[in-house]
């Protein structure tokens, strides 16, 4: 197993953190809902297919993977704020999504047997995720072969305007968000097929990955 490289007492801290933000996390992912858009669709629902959304936060992919999967598919959307999933489990209510189940978890402790997703999204959550190896391990572990891995996150930029880095760091502190993990790396540690697109000025990226042997 590889190292986390953050305390597992900081899922504390992160759970309060986006509580607090649970009401308002709306409005700030508005800025990001076209990436959010391309994520979705690289996932490539097919109606009965069975989808985890990972720190789901409050439900803003839901819609549009609940469509595609149909009524008889299934979306687990999982959060380890209870806040967030308040959240969440009212947008399923208002919206009737029959085929969405939201539930309270850890990322790095999937509650869920080997080999059951077709799909895993991950969008703005892995750079949060204190033991994020251990949690792309469980990612790993709960995917059918073949199935798809689709995340989309932050990164610092190795481009013309990376002396903003510093900045960009800054501004990630209030979200509790880590900028500086080597997540595309990690990610083909252990999945294949890597297709990778970058966004922002390369400070947002989209990685669709596959399970193989």
């Known amino acids: 197993m590889v190292k986390a490289n953050r305390r ?6 992160i759970r309060k953190r ?10 700030v992912g508005q800025l990001v809902a076209a990436h959010r858009h391309d994520a979705v669709r690289a996932l490539n629902v097919q109606p009965g297919e069975r989808v985890l959304d990972l720190a789901c936060g409050p439900a803003v992919n839901f819609r549009s993977i609940s469509e595609g999967l149909g009524t008889d598919g299934l979306l687990v959307g999982l959060d380890y704020s209870a806040g967030m999933l308040k959240q969440a489990q009212e947008r399923a ?16 402790q999937l509650p869920f047997a080997d080999c059951v997703f077709d799909h895993v999204i991950c969008t703005y959550s892995f750079n949060v995720i204190p033991l994020y190896q251990q949690a792309l391990d469980e990612v790993w572990r709960v995917l059918k072969m073949n199935g798809a891995l689709v995340v989309l996150d932050g ?8 002396f903003l880095n510093p900045l960009m760091k800054l501004m990630a502190r209030g979200p509790l968000v880590d900028m500086s993990r080597p997540l595309i790396e990690e990610i083909a540690r252990r999945f294949q097929n890597l297709r990778t697109t970058e966004y922002d000025f390369g400070y947002a990226f989209l990685v669709v990955a596959y399970k193989g042997e």
């Open 8 to 13: 597992p007492s900081d899922q504390e801290r």
């Open 18 to 27: 986006y509580d607090f933000m649970a009401g308002s996390y709306d409005l």
């Open 93 to 108: 209510r208002r919206n009737q999504w029959s085929n969405v189940a939201p539930a309270l978890g850890d990322g790095a």
């Open 155 to 162: 990164k610092l930029s190795s481009g013309a305007i990376r």
